[in-house]
């Protein structure tokens, strides 16, 4: 009897791990139908064909994206650098608002720095293009970082450019109250202009700025005013000195 009831244990024990295994396989299976399932069948046989035979083709730019995005899942590492490269060499002018926001998903450095370069080359032609408005937060203030790493001077435009994306921005979230309006506004300028190296404004768009003092981090202001007072000193000290030298001559 008790062989017959060890035996009887150990089979259910055999068909529960049986079963388990199977659920498990199962569950796999549905997984991996799943993810394939987000991919186009195009883009999926260009994958295959650069598999099998190791050569794949670009046909447009609108599926180089999602071209990257499977190699990066079936980490092709090499096949990934050079769908890369073919993006980055794509990426211009007319398109990198597109390659930009299809990049949300692959959050991938390269192509985003490369399309920051082109909205930095041509702000004063873009600044009131709808896309621009439709960079997220988190696009803004990479963008802010990016500008700042290149030291260069924020001119009016951009703060006014950051403005007008708050006020479209609060509208999309249909603050109807003045007070909750006012509060958003400051919060994000604080968040961005918290990002601001004093250097990295001019003394001619400073007083401009101050129309947006309410909103403004005091301890910015404070910075900036700094950097005025000195600014205007040095510039004294050097005609002073010009002045001198003009007298010694």
């Known amino acids: 009897m008790d062989n017959n009831n060890n035996n009887n244990q150990i089979e ?12 498990n396989l199962e569950k796999k299976q549905e997984s991996l139908s799943i993810s394939l399932n987000q991919f186009n069948k195009k ?9 099998y035979y190791g050569n794949i083709s670009f046909e447009n730019q609108e599926n180089l994206i999602q071209l990257l995005e499977i190699s990066i899942y079936f980490k092709l590492n090499l096949l990934k650098e050079i769908i890369q490269k073919k993006i980055l060499n794509s990426i211009n002018y007319s398109n990198f608002f597109q390659f930009l926001f299809q990049n949300r998903n692959l959050n991938s450095n390269e192509i985003e720095i490369k399309c920051f370069e ?7 032609q873009i600044k009131n293009n709808e896309n621009l408005f439709n960079l997220t937060k988190e696009e803004i203030i990479k963008f802010i970082q990016f500008k700042q790493e290149k ?4 001119q009016f435009d951009f703060f006014q450019f950051l403005n007008n994306w708050i006020k479209k921005r609060n509208e999309r979230l249909k603050l109807r109250k003045y007070k909750h309006k006012m509060n958003a506004k400051k919060r994000l300028f604080h ?10 404004i001019s003394k001619q768009d400073f007083d401009k700025l101050k129309q947006f003092d309410f909103f403004l981090p005091n301890s910015f202001l404070v910075d900036i005013q700094n950097k005025v007072i000195q600014d205007n000193q040095k510039e004294i000290e050097n005609k002073e000195k010009e002045i001198e030298e003009k007298k010694k001559n």
């Open 191 to 200: 968040s961005f202009f918290s990002l601001f190296d004093k250097d990295s």
């Open 43 to 51: 883009e999926m046989e260009s994958i295959l064909s650069y598999i």
């Open 118 to 124: 082109l909205i930095n080359q041509n702000f004063s």
């Open 12 to 23: 259910n024990a055999n068909q529960k791990q049986n079963q388990n295994e199977m659920k």
């Open 151 to 154: 030291k260069e001077i924020f």
